[in-house]
């Protein structure tokens, strides 16, 4: 079997290809499609959780049993990455009322 990485949505997957699948067709690994929607969460931090777990190698329920801190550290680099945007909004605002 051949593995890619292949992105649907923006959201980042493995897929095997195999000679056993039937052409254009694949086998496509974690994280489960879905998962960050079942928790609710807004869009984008959703799709920037999902690749952050995909990126972390979190793609089954073994997986995240077997290292309950990188779910963690998912957890913290995916609200990093959204602390950011807001130190920038903010950044951004100030400048524009400096302006006026």
Known sequence: ???????LEGRKYKALFSDDIPAGAYI???PPEGLCDKLKLPEPFATKLHNIL???GLLTYEDVTKKPKDVIGA???????DSQ???EEYFKFEKEEGET
């Open 1 to 7: 079997m051949e593995a890619k990485e292949i992105e």
């Open 28 to 30: 496509i690994l974690g």
């Open 54 to 56: 995909y990126e972390r």
């Open 75 to 81: 957890l913290q680099e995916a609200i990093q990455l």
């Open 85 to 87: 945007r807001i130190v």
